[in-house]
């Protein structure tokens, strides 16, 4: 298999993780349970799965209101776009 293919299959993966770790750690702030930390978040984000982040954020209605998320998760979108674009483009 070429190697953008194995990309694609990690880009859905770590979008659909970090969907279900908003999942997770919305039904720990309703429970008062120990949380997943905002870095942890971020991280996820980071490594190319800001739209799984992003997705989860507004599905499950978790994080809307802090500001850090509203701002920098659609900003590294973005960069994980242009993550996207240049391995597409040289690999």
């Known amino acids: 298999?070429?190697?953008?293919?194995?990309?694609?299959?990690?880009?859905?993966?770590i979008n659909i993780i970090s969907f279900f770790v908003m999942y997770i750690d919305k039904k720990k702030a309703e429970q008062n349970k120990y949380r997943i930390s905002e870095k942890t978040l971020f991280i996820l984000a980071l490594i190319l799965g800001g739209i799984g982040i992003?997705?989860?954020m507004y599905k499950f209605r978790h994080k809307t209101?802090?500001?850090?998320?509203?701002?920098?998760?659609?900003?590294?979108?973005?960069?994980?776009f242009i993550t996207f674009y240049f391995i597409f483009k040289y690999v």
């Open 1 to 13: 298999m070429e190697l953008k293919y194995y990309f694609i299959i990690y880009i859905i993966l």
């Open 54 to 56: 992003y997705s989860g």
């Open 65 to 80: 209101k802090h500001l850090k998320f509203t701002i920098f998760i659609p900003i590294i979108i973005v960069i994980n």
